[in-house]
């Protein structure tokens, strides 16, 4: 089996960087993109203005708004806010396609991981996910960066690696799908939490317990959905957890810090051109454990400060206020 052309499914950042890292070597690259400006702007002068702004694009990349055009391809990156996946996968023409999932997200109405929701829209695709620690402007300028690439049918999880890969872009290969996906959709909440730490200035002492502790959050719930312990501590788990937990260059992060110095969440929410995935992983991922009894005490608190059912002090004391317990899982 072999992989050229590719298709790119959302024109945000991290879309247009894995596009510009797939046109690397001179490829020919179809980027999907939902706003005219975006489309426009690809085509003519090969830069994203609304999302990934002064970085030149590969003259390689060509942008669409038909998903007509995208039937072409060998394989379609799907790089949309988890949220819109299900519509926007639902208006596109995918019988058998190939499909990457690169975001990082847990439907919220349905709480299905999001190879569940491709598999649900596309029964016929088969399915990997690309995650890992990779802010999108660091990739699209090619500094050097890691990711996991889990896909269950080895012929094609090779067919990617070989597409995807560069020396600049070192792809590791898992079949662990489910594993892969719950550290990109759990970190982002971990990193809403640590960005609170840091806006309300408890200290780096309570950083680092915050991600190891959260760690110890995201083995419980992977274990409950059949992740392997093994895929969330690499790449797309603690690797991931580690650089959106410690950067302001992460949404995420950026998002908890201005809540901890006090501004309110609606506020932050209201008019957001970009995608911090952790506000609405949260509540989903906090009634999901519930529901199964999974405890995770770091996640209920980033949902219940969204929500505004207490604040961050009286979280705070919840937290130092829990029994004491062994360190084991
Ligand atoms: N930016 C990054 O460094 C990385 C992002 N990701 C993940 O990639 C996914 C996409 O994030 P970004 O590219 O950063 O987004 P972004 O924040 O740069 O852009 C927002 C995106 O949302 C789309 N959008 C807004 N409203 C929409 C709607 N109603 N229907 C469909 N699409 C809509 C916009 O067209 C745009 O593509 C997220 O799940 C994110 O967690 C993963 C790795 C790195
Ligand atoms: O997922 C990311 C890096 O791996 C990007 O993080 P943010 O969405 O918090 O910016």
């Known amino acids: 089996m072999k992989i050229d052309k590719i298709a790119v499914i959302g024109g945000g950042a991290w879309g247009t960087a894995l596009a510009q890292m797939a046109a690397a070597g001179g490829d020919d690259v179809l980027l999907w993109a939902r706003e005219d400006e975006v489309v426009g702007a690809i085509n003519r002068i090969h830069q994203n203005p609304i999302y990934l702004k002064d970085i030149p694009l590969s003259e390689s990349i060509t942008a669409t708004a038909n998903f007509s055009d995208l039937s072409e391809a060998d394989a379609w990156l799907v790089v949309t806010p988890a949220q819109h996946m299900r519509a926007v996968l639902s208006r596109a023409p995918c019988p058998g396609m190939p499909l990457v999932l690169c975001s990082k997200g847990i439907e919220e109405s349905s709480g299905l ?30 500094l050097p960066t890691a990711a996991t690439l889990a896909c269950e049918d080895a ?70 959905v059949g992740a392997r312990e093994e895929t969330l501590a690499g790449l797309s788990g603690m690797g991931d957890l580690v650089l959106t937990c410690t950067s302001t260059a992460s949404r995420n992060f950026s998002l908890g810090k201005a809540i901890g110095e006090g501004q309110e969440v609606a506020d932050l929410m ?35 400060l969204l929500a505004g059912k207490f604040k961050i002090d009286e979280a705070l004391e919840m937290l130092l206020a829990r029994p004491p317990r062994a360190e084991a899982v």
């Open 155 to 224: 012929e094609l999880g090779k067919a990617l690696h070989d597409r995807l890969a560069r020396p600049e872009f070192r792809l590791y290969w898992t079949d662990d799908v489910a594993g892969a996906e719950v550290g990109g959709a759990i970190k982002n909440v971990l990193a809403i939490a640590c960005g609170i730490v840091e806006g309300k200035q408890l200290g780096q002492n309570a950083r680092a317990a915050v991600i190891a502790r959260g760690f110890a959050e995201m083995k419980r719930f992977g274990a409950a």
């Open 113 to 142: 991981l999001l190879h569940e929701v491709a598999h649900d829209v596309c029964e016929t695709s088969p399915v990997a996910v690309l995650s890992g620690p990779c802010f999108a402007h660091e990739v699209a300028k090619g």
């Open 270 to 304: 209201r008019d957001r051109t970009t995608v911090a995935e952790g506000a609405y992983t949260a509540p989903v991922l906090h009634r999901i454990a519930t529901e199964k009894g999974i405890d995770m005490p770091i996640v209920a608190m980033v949902a219940g």
